[in-house]
Every structure is written in structure tokens, then in C-alpha cells.
């Protein structure tokens, strides 16, 4: 008896239709997001996130129909990111069906609104996207710091200080993104993943670079990670969320079957 | 028609509740998203959820004059605390420094201490297993040890074990499930328990009120 880890397929919207890019360029079409979301709460995903890659004020509007069609049909915790600037962009998200908020370039142009969010609506639904690069050499100890805007902004913060920071500010969970590692297929960045989580009492979710199912389990096991989230590999069924659950339990991990 | 009142207090987001209540109830039974105090009366059934800390939620219980009704419909109808609905039900919590409760179901909100202590995450988020320590009509169809999902940080502790209807382990046993005559609460979200969670909330709707 103990909490299952969890699996999170994550969907890159662009205009009411799931994308994914890899590393950020690149975008192939994959499909409707309502189709892929039942898809996937049929095959027993944890939670969905939803992530709104351009985040322009016509997509916002797209994005908050594309939630409430799909928290009306699938009922498990929903994640929406992209964009969230303002405690009106947050409460339309939740208003719309969503149960969480992922924060990212916001938390860093202004860490307080993290604060003002948890207050408002409880750390239970302020998820901070944390996106990390490497920033040591091959030598010296590992460090990372954190990009904002898809990866394209440095920002020279300590990536491990940045997540404590949050989680002290009122953050419930941290999404960690290695930029490094985004659409390479060659695994989580696991040092990370492990240095973060390990640094925080919340749950971490560990993000970028899953290419086999093997990598799920490695983040687990290896990395720390309370959660796993995955895109690509779910997306072109190329493997199923039961098949990725199946293989982990048989590794000895708790989940949901 | 049937009524199913969700008390809104501004504490969190109804929405996910009334969704999976329409989705369970086929559009047969009228669902009021409401902090009405004459139509939570009138109502057949009554849903009391929410997320966020105590003394917020006590505040604007008390500002919508809605710990009274909650306090007489409490006696009599078949009612569901989810969440942060539940703890309130409870004399007192250690959140916020120490915060009264409604005081409707004796005993105590605790923080997940021993969590910490064996380097578990707080909030405990996510699916976890309930064990049904007796049957009960919110448990129909719903198999032993089925999972459901969990956030909080703080969680009851009841004066008298008897009232424990489901427990979870994190990692000591705590109660995910009181019930006491027509009362039935969940720490877990019943709302974003996939099949599960739908089941009880199917359930509570058929409930007469009788354990």
C-alpha cells in the first residue's frame, strides 16, 4: 500500500490541435486534443498536462475551449501552462476545468506572483515549470541554471536555488525540464533530476529526453522523480501508457494499474 | 426533481465537481453550484468540497453565514465533504496555526509530521490506495484497495476510530474516509478518480442517507 508514481503524457497545443516539436522547431501534427485525451485516460494516465507552446492571446481563448471540452469528458487532474501571467489568466484556467497551473517565464520576471497565486488558490494548483540547462563543463561539478521563453532566455540563476526558492514561495510541485535533454530522446537529464528533487519537499516531475520506457523507470529510480512526463513516445504510439506502467511495476515501482 | 446542491464558498474550483456530477447523473438531477442558503436546504443531497487552508475556508463559511446551514443540513441529509470539506467538519486543525473547526465530527487536522520524518514528499499528491474497513453504501461496486487521487498536506484524525470507513497508508495509516449516520467524507478527490471516484460519486447521489 503506498502512492503510486505517476505518469503524465504532456500535450503541446498550438491552435487547438496537440504538436510536438523537437526541440522546439520542427512541429508535427498529433491530432485532436479531446481524442488524445480520452486516448490516454483510457490507458491510465495519472494526470494530463496541457501546454499552450505559443501562448498569444488568441490562443489563450482556443486553449481555455480545448480545457473545458476535455474536463468535461476525462476525469483525472489536468495541468495547464503556457503563457499564465496573471491571477485572471489562472482563475480562467481553473474556471475552464483545469486543476493545476504550470508557471514558468512569470515566475522568474516576478517570483511574488507565485507567492500571490498559492494564496489565492492554494499550492495545491501552482505547479512551477523549472526549464534547466547545464552550464558546467565536463570537469567541474555539475551545475544548471535556468532558461525562460521555451529556452531561448538565460537568466543566470542556479537552477538547484531556483527550486527551493519556489517550493518556500509556495509552489505544490515543480515541473523540470532539462533543455539539454528536450526532444533527444536520450533520457532525463537523471543528475538533475535527482539534485532538485532531492533539494525539495514537494513532488518533482521530471521532464525532456524520453525516448524508451527504460527512461521512465531510470527517472524514478535513479532520478528521484515523483512523476514522470512524457510526449513523443505516447503520442505516435509507438508505446502505450499501460505498456510504460506494466514494465515499470515489474521493475518494482508502485503505479496505478 | 432531484437537487444536488455543491456548497460554494469561493474555495477552489467547483467546476470539476459539477462536471462529474452531471456526467454521473445522465442530466437527470438538477446540480447547483451555489452558496444559497435556501436552495442548499431544499436540495436532496449536499456536496461540500474545497481546497486551499482552513481558516480561509472558515472565514468565508462564516461571512455566507453558511456554517449554520451547513450545521443544520447536516443532520439530516445525505452529505459529502471532499477534501478540504472534510477537515472542516472536524473540531479543530493545526493548519494555520491552529484554526477551529465546525466541530460537527469530533477530533482533529494534523500535519503529515511522519511523512516528513521518512523523507516522503508533502503535499501527498497523487494516487494512492484506500482500504475500505467496512461495507458501506458509497462503497457499492467500488473494488478493495482501488486508488484515488490525493493532495493535501494535512489530514483528520477522529476522536473516535470507529467513525474510519476507508484508510491509506503515507507511509502510517491515516483516515481517507469518515462516516457518521447520514455523513460521508473523503480526503481524496472523488471528482478526478477516473472510474472510481465516478462510482462513489454515483453512489452518494442513490444514497438515502442510511449506513
Known amino acids: 500500500m503506498a502512492l503510486a508514481k505517476r505518469i503524465i503524457p504532456c500535450l503541446d497545443v498550438d491552435a487547438g490541435r496537440v504538436v510536438k516539436g523537437v526541440q522546439f522547431v520542427d512541429i508535427r501534427d498529433a491530432g485532436d486534443p479531446v481524442e488524445i485525451a480520452k486516448r490516454y485516460d483510457e490507458q491510465g494516465a495519472d494526470e494530463l498536462t496541457f501546454l499552450d507552446i505559443t501562448a498569444t ?3 489563450r481563448d482556443t486553449m481555455e475551449d480545448v480545457v473545458r471540452a476535455v474536463a468535461s469528458q476525462v476525469f483525472i487532474p489536468l495541468t495547464v501552462g503556457g503563457g ?28 511574488d506572483f507565485v507567492r500571490e ?20 563543463t565536463e570537469d567541474e561539478q555539475p551545475r544548471w541554471e535556468i532558461f525562460t521563453h521555451g529556452g531561448r532566455n538565460a537568466t543566470g540563476i542556479d537552477a538547484i536555488e531556483w527550486a527551493k526558492k519556489m517550493v518556500a514561495l ?38 525532456g529526453g524520453v525516448g524508451k520506457l527504460q527512461d521512465l523507470i531510470d527517472g524514478i529510480k535513479l532520478g528521484h522523480a515523483d512523476a514522470v512526463l512524457a510526449a513523443s513516445i505516447f503520442h505516435f504510439g509507438e508505446h502505450t501508457i499501460a505498456e510504460a506502467k506494466q514494465q515499470m511495476a515489474e521493475q518494482g515501482i508502485e503505479v496505478r494499474l | 426533481m432531484h437537487r444536488v446542491a455543491v456548497i460554494d464558498y469561493g474555495m477552489g474550483n467547483l467546476r470539476s465537481v459539477s462536471k462529474a456530477l452531471e456526467a454521473v447523473t445522465d442530466n437527470q438531477s438538477q446540480i447547483l453550484v451555489t452558496a444559497d442558503a435556501e436552495k442548499i436546504r431544499s436540495a436532496d443531497h449536499i456536496i461540500f468540497p474545497g481546497v486551499g487552508a482552513i481558516r480561509d475556508c472558515m472565514t468565508e463559511l462564516k461571512r455566507l453565514g453558511l456554517d449554520r446551514v451547513i450545521g443544520d443540513v447536516v443532520k439530516h441529509k445525505p452529505f459529502l465533504g471532499i477534501c478540504l470539506g472534510m477537515q472542516s467538519l472536524l473540531t479543530r486543525s493545526q493548519e494555520n496555526g491552529g484554526s477551529a473547526g465546525l466541530d460537527i465530527i469530533d477530533g482533529e487536522v494534523v500535519y503529515f509530521d511522519s511523512a516528513i520524518q521518512q523523507h516522503l514528499k508533502v503535499p501527498h499528491m497523487g494516487w494512492n490506495e484506500v482500504e475500505q474497513r467496512y461495507p458501506h453504501p458509497l462503497w457499492r461496486n467500488i473494488p478493495q484497495n482501488s486508488r484515488f487521487y490525493f493532495v493535501h498536506s494535512f489530514y483528520v484524525k477522529p476522536g473516535n476510530d470507529d467513525s474510519i470507513a476507508g484508510h491509506s497508508h503515507y507511509p502510517l495509516p491515516f483516515a481517507a474516509a469518515l462516516a457518521k449516520e447520514n455523513v460521508f467524507a473523503v480526503q481524496f478527490h472523488p471528482e478526478k478518480s477516473q472510474h472510481a471516484g465516478l462510482q462513489l460519486l454515483k453512489n452518494f447521489i442513490n444514497w438515502d442517507g442510511q449506513s
Not at chain 1, 96 to 106: L, P, R, T
Not at chain 1, 118 to 129: D, L, N, R
Request: glycine content about 8%; proline content about 2%; some cysteine.
Open chain 1, 84 to 111: 499564465i501571467r496573471s491571477v485572471a489568466d489562472i482563475r480562467r484556467m481553473l474556471n475552464a476545468g483545469a486543476d493545476k497551473v504550470g508557471i514558468n517565464s512569470a515566475a522568474v520576471t516576478n517570483p
Open chain 1, 57 to 59: 492571446a488568441d490562443n
Open chain 1, 117 to 136: 497565486a498559492a494564496e489565492k488558490f492554494g499550492s495545491q494548483c501552482i505547479v512551477v515549470a523549472i526549464d534547466a540547462k547545464r552550464v558546467s
Open chain 1, 170 to 207: 509556495g509552489a505544490g510541485e515543480l515541473l523540470l525540464t532539462s533543455m539539454d535533454r528536450d526532444g533527444t530522446r536520450s533520457g532525463f537529464d537523471l543528475e538533475l533530476t535527482r539534485a532538485v528533487s532531492d533539494a525539495v519537499s514537494v513532488p518533482v516531475i521530471a521532464s
